[in-house]
């Protein structure tokens, strides 16, 4: 069973930055992929984004260029830089794992953080 703890939302104004902070309890595969999804008021949750601990990144279109997914290994924990933040990005944003390299679908994740609020300001 892995935990995952996020961290680092808030209230920011409109091109405003964030870094958002995911911490797993114990890292059982180095294939394991870790992703980040979000669920805006109203809207089903979304992809945003996900990496593997020694792969390359795959975004959202939506948020491709603004955000950044990293892992630090000795951590077991991964980033999301969020910059030139918009009033669409506000939502509540969940970390994931899961054993699928490049997964998207929410299906693929069985292990799933308690979620941090992110809203943007115009």
């Known amino acids: 069973q892995v935990q995952l703890v996020e961290s680092g939302g808030g209230l920011v104004q409109a091109g405003g930055s964030l870094r958002l902070s995911c911490t797993a309890s114990s890292r059982s595969s180095s294939s394991d992929t870790m992703a980040w999804f979000r669920q805006a008021p109203g809207k089903e949750r979304e992809f945003v984004a996900t990496t593997g601990w020694s792969s390359s990144a795959i975004y959202a279109d939506s948020v491709k260029n603004r955000f950044t997914i990293s892992t630090d290994n000795a951590k077991n924990t991964v980033y999301l830089q969020m910059n030139s933040l918009k009033p669409e990005d506000t939502a509540v944003y969940y970390c994931?794992?899961?054993?699928?390299?490049?997964?998207?679908?929410?299906?693929?994740?069985?292990?799933w953080g308690q979620g941090t609020q992110v809203t943007v300001s115009s």
């Open positions: 994931a794992v899961t054993r699928v390299p490049g997964a998207r679908a929410q299906l693929a994740y069985p292990y």
